[in-house]
């Protein structure tokens, strides 16, 4: 039966009715939620609480953690970012109850599952494994970062260190300009490809990046980005992971990205190195923790090349760079290092380690300048979260900004300034709230090559500041502004270099 004609004018009245009628419903909706919703009496921007749109352009512009900090410095210790999303910066207490190891029966906050993006191909690493997965890994993965496991790789390391000293001594003239960051991370990766696949990368030696190291420095900032599209609706989200991701082009590169790592994980395992590995304590622990599967083994390997390079070079380049501006905490740093060694020869892990301000000037390098400058975000669990004497309702995210944290004034005193004498019971910075920076995180999530890391950027200091004096090239006197897209987006740090005796 044909459709009347006199009733088009109606239908298209009813639907227009109904559009509007849900136009106003997710509009009250909205300004329910910002100054009536459960989360209305925590501060922040109205339009942030209104729509998410704005932290996300802040995220792809690269200035999300710089604009954070500001909102903490206006709004105070806990600011809405979002319609369901708070920030903190109450330090010790919020690291604890947000990260930290929860009483038997008490639900630990889960990782964000946008923020955390499960691989499209294997299994999760062990940063993005879940509760149960993450503890049966993490057993398995702890030997090879035990203290005996990193006493065992003090010759690699002591190795790489005189490596890295040799490469800059052939530009230690005083008039050649070198990029430190460079060297930085040409020698991180190198010593985290000996330590994974017991070989090299071989970037040092032409202190020039490898393609496939390229492309992941390229990659972070795009992922960064991309994760901005994932968060903005479900049709961005759906575009992505479903046409973009799964195209021949992104299966190829993704492939290739694997392959890099698999082939390597596959010679490792194929073979009794000459020197102790990572692998050669996850293998020895194999089967009586319950074993790793393949997939693992890549997928761990590939964050090993990952987590245990990039940000080391970065504390490294951050260290050197803030040395480079205050040329007496320099003065200090260089006379303890060598007043304590003769030479290379005589450096070691323990007495490095022994070395007070050297610890103190990297503690506060990481303050000013953090690796991971950005909040890892946690979700409240079913039931909601009590946070820093405040309740935050289930499947709200969460997270404690380094960037911001380690700036505000009621932690630090004089915050945007390098000064290693807070660590080491200064009077004049007694009241400092060191627990504030935990540039590793806490809990049963913290980093697992922490140590590892210390150990590394230790010796590589001294390896630097025991035979070189250095000089900050005007061209990276402002080094440190920069974006932030997941991490730092680095630029060459250039300085010149003068051999000196020890």
């Known amino acids: 039966m044909a459709w009347p004609l006199t009733a088009i004018p109606d239908t298209v009245s009813l639907w227009s009715g109904l559009a509007v009628l849900c136009a106003l419903y997710l509009i009250g909706r909205s300004i329910y939620d910002v100054f009536l919703g459960p989360l209305s009496k925590f501060p922040g921007p109205p339009l942030w609480a209104l729509t998410h749109i704005p932290r996300l352009v802040a995220q792809a512009a690269g200035v999300e953690s710089q604009v954070h900090a500001k909102l903490h410095r206006q709004y105070g210790n806990v600011v809405r970012v979002g319609p369901r999303e708070l920030s903190f910066t109450n330090g010790a207490q919020a690291w604890r109850e947000i990260y930290g190891f929860r009483k038997h029966g008490q639900i630990q906050p889960g990782k ?20 149960v997965n993450h503890a049966r890994v993490r057993r398995i993965l702890a030997h090879a970062f035990s203290d005996k496991a990193l006493k065992d790789q003090e010759p690699l390391l002591r190795r790489w260190m005189s490596l890295m000293s040799s490469k800059l001594g052939e530009h230690a003239n005083g008039v050649d300009r070198v990029d430190i960051m460079k060297i930085y991370n040409c020698t991180t990766f190198d010593v ?107 997928s761990n390997a590939s964050l090993f090349m990952m987590a245990g390079t990039e940000t080391t070079a970065t504390a490294l380049s951050g260290t050197t760079y ?5 040329p007496e905490c320099l003065k200090k740093l260089t006379e303890e290092i060598r007043s304590a060694f003769d030479g290379l020869d005589d450096v070691t892990l323990d007495k490095a380690a022994r070395l007070r301000y050297v610890h103190a000037v990297l503690q506060e390098a990481m303050r000013l300048y953090p690796p991971l400058p950005i909040a890892l975000p946690r979700t409240t669990p079913v039931g909601g979260s009590t946070i820093c004497g405040e309740y935050v309702p289930a499947n709200v995210t969460v997270g404690v900004n380094h960037f911001a944290t380690y700036r505000m004034e009621q932690h630090f005193k004089n915050p945007t300034e390098f000064h290693p004498e807070r660590w080491l019971s200064d009077p004049e910075y007694l009241h400092d709230h060191l627990d504030a ?24 200091l001294v390896g630097v500041l025991l ?23 680095k630029r060459p740090l250039w300085c010149t270099l003068k051999a000196v005796k020890s």
């Open 322 to 326: 803030h040395l480079l501006r205050n």
């Open 112 to 131: 964000d599952k946008i923020f955390y993006v499960n691989p499209s191909e294997g299994v999760p690493s062990i940063l993005g494994a879940s509760d």
């Open 467 to 489: 035979h070189f004096d250095l000089q900050l090239d005007e061209a990276s006197e402002h080094w440190d502004d920069q974006k932030v897209y997941t991490l730092w987006e």
């Open 192 to 298: 985290m490809g000996e330590l994974t696949f017991s070989e090299s990368l071989g970037m040092l030696q032409d202190s020039k990046y490898s393609p496939w190291v390229e492309t992941i420095f390229r990659s972070i900032k795009t992922a960064t980005q991309f994760r901005s599209l994932r968060q903005f609706h479900a049709v961005t989200r759906f575009i992505l992971d479903e046409i973009l991701f799964k195209s021949k082009s992104a299966q190829l590169q993704l492939r290739e990205h694997q392959r890099y790592t698999s082939d390597r994980v596959n010679r490792r395992l194929e073979r009794e190195p000459d020197h102790p590995d990572f692998w050669t304590k996850i293998l020895a622990k194999h089967e009586e923790e319950g074993g790793l599967t393949l997939e693992e083994h890549y």
């Open 437 to 460: 920076v935990e540039p590793f995180s806490i809990g049963p999530r913290n980093c697992l090559g922490k140590n590892l890391a210390w150990h590394e950027m230790r010796l590589l």
